[in-house]
C-alpha cells in the first residue's frame, strides 16, 4: 500500500518496535501500513467516533489483519492499553493534541509522533513547558504543495527546557533543517504576520504590543531564510 507524504513522515517518524496507538485514525492506514512492512507486530486504532472506527474496522478486516489491529473507541488515550511504545496522535488541532497529552497518564513513556493540522507554535510551546522534548520535526507537503503540514517526533525526558520566542515558532530540530518546504512554512508564517499587522493598522484602535511581537517575529523568522 502508498501513504500520502504526511501519513508517510508519520509512519518513518514512528520507527520500529512492539506496539503502535494510532489516535484519531484515519482508517487505520498507518497502523495497516507498519504492521504488513514488518516495523509493528500489534497496533490499536483509536477513535472518538463510531463512524471513523468503522471505517477502520472494514479496512482492517479487508487486509486481514484482525489479530493484530484492536479497534479501540477512546477518548483521546483514556481506553488505549499502556503497553503502546509508540503514540501517534495526528490529523487534529494542536490544542486538541496539547489536551490529549495532559489528560493522560499511562502512556509518559512512550515516543509521540505528533502531526498538528493548526496551532503547532501553541503546541510546541506545552511540550517546552512540560518536560517534553522535540528530537525531529519536519515539514511535509499535499494537495498540489497548497498544504504544508508538520511532523514532530516527541518523548517526555522530564526536564523542562529553556527556549526563545523563535523555538516556539519553528523547533530548534526543525531550525537545522535545509528544504524547499521547510522555506515555504517559514514564509507562510511570515506572511500571515504580515497580514495581521496590516489589518490592526487600518482598525480603529491599535494594539501596539502585539504589533511589536509580531514584527520581532517576523524578524527572528526572515533570519531563518
Excluded: W
Excluded at 483514556?78 to 497518564?105: T, Y
Excluded at 523563535?166 to 518546504?181: G, R, Y
Aim: net charge negative; glycine share 4%; hydrophobic share 40%.
Amino acid at each position: 500500500m502508498t501513504l500520502s507524504l504526511r501519513l508517510q513522515k508519520i509512519a518513518e517518524y514512528s520507527g520500529k518496535c512492539a506496539v503502535v496507538a494510532d489516535i484519531g485514525t484515519d482508517h487505520a492506514l498507518v497502523p495497516v501500513y507498519l504492521i504488513e512492512n514488518g516495523l509493528f507486530s500489534h497496533a490499536y486504532a483509536c477513535d472518538i467516533g463510531t463512524l471513523p472506527l468503522k471505517r477502520a474496522e472494514e479496512y482492517v478486516k479487508s487486509r486481514a489483519l484482525t489479530d493484530k489491529i484492536d479497534l479501540i473507541l477512546s477518548n483521546g488515550l483514556e481506553k488505549v492499553p499502556s503497553d503502546a511504545d509508540v503514540v501517534i496522535i495526528a490529523g487534529m488541532g494542536g490544542e486538541l493534541i496539547r489536551d490529549i497529552l495532559q489528560n493522560d497518564e499511562s502512556h509518559k513513556a512512550a515516543l509521540f509522533v505528533l502531526q498538528p493540522m493548526t496551532a503547532a507554535d501553541e503546541l510546541r510551546e506545552y511540550l517546552y513547558l512540560n518536560g517534553y522534548s522535540i528530537l525531529d520535526e519536519d515539514i511535509v507537503s499535499e494537495h498540489s504543495d497548497t498544504k504544508l503540514y508538520s511532523v514532530m517526533k516527541v518523548r517526555k525526558l522530564g526536564e523542562n527546557r529553556e527556549f526563545s520566542s523563535l523555538d516556539i515558532l519553528i523547533s530548534p530540530a526543525l531550525q537545522s533543517k535545509n528544504s524547499i518546504e521547510k522555506t515555504r512554512y517559514i514564509e507562510k508564517l511570515i506572511s500571515t504576520r504580515k497580514n495581521i499587522i496590516q489589518n490592526l493598522n487600518n482598525a480603529k484602535e491599535i494594539n501596539i504590543s502585539y504589533v511589536e511581537k509580531l514584527t520581532n517575529e517576523i524578524k527572528e523568522l526572515e533570519g531563518c531564510l
